[in-house]
Protein backbone atom coordinates (compact mmCIF):
# COMPACT_ATOMS: atom_id res chain seq x y z
CA UNK A 1 0.00 0.00 0.00
CA UNK A 2 1.93 2.79 -0.89
CA UNK A 3 0.87 7.21 -0.17
CA UNK A 4 -0.25 8.96 -3.45
CA UNK A 5 0.71 11.68 -4.92
CA UNK A 6 -0.07 14.01 -7.39
CA UNK A 7 2.22 16.48 -8.74
CA UNK A 8 1.25 18.90 -11.29
CA UNK A 9 1.43 22.91 -11.57
CA UNK A 10 -0.92 24.62 -9.96
CA UNK A 11 -1.14 28.09 -8.86
CA UNK A 12 -0.05 29.01 -5.60
CA UNK A 13 -2.73 30.38 -3.70
CA UNK A 14 -4.89 27.87 -3.65
CA UNK A 15 -5.50 24.87 -0.88
CA UNK A 16 -7.20 22.10 -2.07
CA UNK A 17 -8.59 20.73 -5.55
CA UNK A 18 -11.80 22.68 -4.58
CA UNK A 19 -10.62 25.78 -5.08
CA UNK A 20 -9.46 25.19 -8.55
CA UNK A 21 -11.83 26.43 -11.08
CA UNK A 22 -14.00 24.32 -13.19
CA UNK A 23 -12.33 25.17 -16.57
CA UNK A 24 -8.93 24.91 -15.02
CA UNK A 25 -5.75 23.24 -17.06
CA UNK A 26 -2.52 22.83 -16.09
CA UNK A 27 0.56 24.03 -17.83
CA UNK A 28 2.02 20.37 -18.79
CA UNK A 29 5.72 19.81 -17.42
CA UNK A 30 7.04 19.61 -20.69
CA UNK A 31 8.77 16.63 -22.47
CA UNK A 32 9.51 13.17 -21.24
CA UNK A 33 13.00 13.66 -22.03
CA UNK A 34 13.34 17.53 -20.44
CA UNK A 35 11.39 15.59 -17.07
CA UNK A 36 13.94 13.14 -17.27
CA UNK A 37 16.72 14.94 -17.54
CA UNK A 38 15.50 17.43 -14.39
CA UNK A 39 14.89 14.66 -12.78
CA UNK A 40 18.53 13.62 -13.04
CA UNK A 41 20.30 16.77 -12.50
CA UNK A 42 18.44 17.64 -9.61
CA UNK A 43 17.70 14.23 -7.53
CA UNK A 44 20.53 12.51 -6.48
CA UNK A 45 20.25 8.79 -6.98
CA UNK A 46 17.15 8.33 -8.86
CA UNK A 47 16.87 5.49 -11.03
CA UNK A 48 15.76 6.30 -14.09
CA UNK A 49 16.14 3.16 -15.65
CA UNK A 50 12.53 3.08 -17.08
CA UNK A 51 11.96 6.39 -17.98
CA UNK A 52 7.81 6.03 -17.71
CA UNK A 53 8.45 4.95 -13.56
CA UNK A 54 11.44 6.28 -12.16
CA UNK A 55 12.48 5.40 -8.24
CA UNK A 56 14.22 6.55 -5.41
CA UNK A 57 15.24 4.64 -2.17
CA UNK A 58 16.15 5.69 0.80
CA UNK A 59 17.07 3.68 4.01
CA UNK A 60 13.41 2.88 5.11
CA UNK A 61 11.11 4.37 2.40
CA UNK A 62 10.95 4.07 -1.55
CA UNK A 63 9.28 6.45 -4.07
CA UNK A 64 7.86 4.91 -7.22
CA UNK A 65 7.62 7.86 -9.40
CA UNK A 66 5.79 7.38 -12.38
CA UNK A 67 6.21 9.84 -15.02
CA UNK A 68 3.83 7.68 -17.41
CA UNK A 69 4.23 7.12 -21.25
CA UNK A 70 2.54 10.71 -22.55
CA UNK A 71 4.78 13.27 -24.30
CA UNK A 72 4.44 16.18 -23.36
CA UNK A 73 4.49 14.98 -19.29
CA UNK A 74 1.24 16.94 -17.34
CA UNK A 75 1.87 15.47 -13.91
CA UNK A 76 3.25 12.86 -12.74
CA UNK A 77 2.59 10.42 -9.59
CA UNK A 78 4.55 9.83 -6.52
CA UNK A 79 4.06 6.04 -4.56
CA UNK A 80 5.69 6.56 -1.62
CA UNK A 81 6.47 3.33 0.49
CA UNK A 82 7.84 2.58 4.17
CA UNK A 83 8.46 4.73 7.37
CA UNK A 84 10.43 7.36 8.51
CA UNK A 85 10.05 11.60 7.50
CA UNK A 86 13.01 10.72 5.37
CA UNK A 87 10.86 10.46 2.20
CA UNK A 88 9.46 13.70 2.38
CA UNK A 89 12.29 16.16 1.48
CA UNK A 90 12.73 13.86 -1.35
CA UNK A 91 9.22 14.38 -2.24
CA UNK A 92 9.36 17.82 -2.34
CA UNK A 93 12.54 18.18 -4.34
CA UNK A 94 11.44 15.98 -6.67
CA UNK A 95 7.99 18.38 -7.23
CA UNK A 96 10.84 21.34 -7.15
CA UNK A 97 12.98 20.01 -9.82
CA UNK A 98 9.93 19.55 -12.41
CA UNK A 99 7.79 22.85 -11.40
CA UNK A 100 5.54 21.38 -9.61
CA UNK A 101 3.29 21.32 -6.03
CA UNK A 102 2.16 18.19 -4.31
CA UNK A 103 -1.23 16.91 -4.26
CA UNK A 104 -2.68 14.36 -1.47
CA UNK A 105 -4.76 12.60 -3.36
CA UNK A 106 -6.92 11.30 -0.64
CA UNK A 107 -7.30 14.40 1.35
CA UNK A 108 -7.77 16.73 -1.94
CA UNK A 109 -5.71 19.33 -0.51
CA UNK A 110 -1.99 21.19 -1.87
CA UNK A 111 0.78 20.05 1.01
CA UNK A 112 3.30 22.34 1.76
CA UNK A 113 7.01 20.72 3.06
CA UNK A 114 6.13 22.47 6.77
CA UNK A 115 2.68 20.69 6.79
CA UNK A 116 3.37 17.24 4.93
CA UNK A 117 4.08 15.07 7.81
CA UNK A 118 0.61 15.25 9.29
CA UNK A 119 -0.64 13.91 6.08
CA UNK A 120 2.68 11.43 6.04
CA UNK A 121 1.46 10.21 9.53
CA UNK A 122 -2.70 9.81 8.91
CA UNK A 123 -1.75 7.95 5.89
CA UNK A 124 0.96 5.48 7.83
CA UNK A 125 -1.65 5.23 10.70
CA UNK A 126 -3.89 4.45 7.92
CA UNK A 127 -1.72 1.49 6.22
CA UNK A 128 -0.75 0.54 9.57
CA UNK A 129 -4.72 -0.75 10.55
CA UNK A 130 -5.67 -1.72 7.09
CA UNK A 131 -2.56 -4.30 7.36
Known amino acids: MSWDLLLLPAPADVTSVDELPDDFISDTLGSREHVAAALHERIPGIDLTDPAWARLAGPAWS?????????PVESIMLH????????????????????????????????????????WHAFQGYRDRAI
Open 80 to 119: IRGTGDEALPAVFRIADAVGCRVLDISEGAFLASHDAATS
Open 63 to 71: VGVNIGSDD
